[in-house]
């Protein structure tokens, strides 16, 4: 258990979200449909953008806490290990034997680009009951940050009830869906897109560790050093394994 659970749940950084494991091939070129191609690398890995996005902040040195559902399995025990060893509170980690953890089969081209297929399994689980056990650490942290890999209806309640409260708000809307609940603009202090889902999980991380250390520093200022830092996350393989820690970053960003 994290520095912040011990210290009464005052986290700088709340994330509910979702945890993937990542099936990970890499390819010359992304397959067309119908076809069968040679790929040249494949590893397992943690990913789902809210774990992501906590980690990236953890990494960073903020006090973090994630909000998130598991299956009792193999891979969620797993996911649960990664989250302490990373400096992750797991007070509000949940497992369930209803479903299994959530998985994202990605298959990632020589160029960068990727197709990601996700079965959210256990991530779908998550709801109004988690949220209520985790609500002292929503409403008591300073930055919550959602996006669109579990129910739309539990991102949406989790904003509202940490922005009722002044905690600052960051929703990610990704993957994108349709017909997007138009209460999600007025609850999002910072409404941020992303295509890139690696390097731009390790830029919200980012930006959430900046919001809750350095509220008085302009967004714009904010933005720029997220960027950099997960400009650093592209030079290296791997979604969480790519993102930096604060000791290998400049010092000017900090």
Known sequence: MSAGSEAGGGYDVVVVGSCMTDLVS??????????TIHGDQFFIGFGGKGA???IQAARLGARTAMVCKVGKDLFGDNYIEN????????????QTDRAATGTASIIVNKEGEN??????GANLLLGREE???????MTGGRVLACQLEISPSVSLQALRTA???????????APAIPDLDPDFYPNSDV???NETEG??????????????HYPTVPLEEMARRANLVAAVSVQSTGTQTSYPFRKDLPAELF
């Open 26 to 35: 890499r390819a010359p070129r992304l397959p067309q449909a119908g076809e």
């Open 52 to 54: 992501n996005q906590c």
């Open 83 to 94: 989250f302490k060893s990373s400096g992750v509170s797991t007070e509000f980690v949940g």
């Open 115 to 120: 197709a990601i297929v996700i079965v959210a």
């Open 131 to 137: 949220l209520s056990a985790a609500g002292p650490a």
């Open 163 to 173: 922005h009722r409260k002044g905690v600052k708000t960051i929703f990610n809307p």
């Open 191 to 193: 409404f941020c897109c």
């Open 199 to 212: 390097a731009g999980d390790s830029f919200i991380g980012a930006l959430a560790f900046y919001m809750a």
